[in-house]
Nanobody, 127 residues
Framework: QVQLVESGGGSVQAGGSLRLSCAAS????????VGWFRQAPGKEREGVAAIYTGNRSTYYADSVKGRFTVTQDNAKNTVYLQMNSLKPEDTALYYC????????????????????WGQGTQVTVSS
């Protein structure tokens, strides 16, 4: 059974940092697109970042470029999202998702492209 489990969310003040983790079980991130999405109340799910684990290529939404960094640890079968300079508008439930193949370059922020999803971890940024 495939499971993606996010962790690392929490509450921080504006300007702070958090690192989210997405650990996979029953699944290997080899040659996968692993994406990070977020959804705030009343808003659509938004793709914020992704990594193609085959060559570590990364992709970012304009709203997080220069602040968020996505990395992978193959030994731990885990993908991370380092979030710096957090803003109140970053407040949302953050999800990770994965799909085999190199689809990230084409459509990393499109939720239907992904096959597996985690349950989400809450990030709250106060001003």
């Amino acid at each position: 059974q495939v499971q993606l489990v996010e962790s690392g969310g929490g509450s921080v003040q504006a300007g702070g940092s958090l690192r989210l983790s997405c650990a996979a079980s029953g699944y290997t991130y080899s040659r996968n697109c692993v994406g990070w999405f977020r959804q705030a109340p009343g808003k659509e799910r938004e793709g914020v970042a992704a990594i193609y684990t085959g060559n570590r290529s990364t992709y970012y939404a304009d709203s997080v470029k220069g602040r968020f960094t996505v990395t992978q640890d193959n030994a731990k079968n885990t993908v991370y999202l380092q979030m710096n300079s957090l803003k109140p508008e970053d407040t949302a439930l953050y999800y990770c998702a994965a799909v085999s193949g190199a689809r990230c370059a084409r459509s990393f922020s499109n939720p239907p492209e992904y096959m597996y999803w985690g349950q989400g971890t809450q990030v709250t940024v106060s001003s």
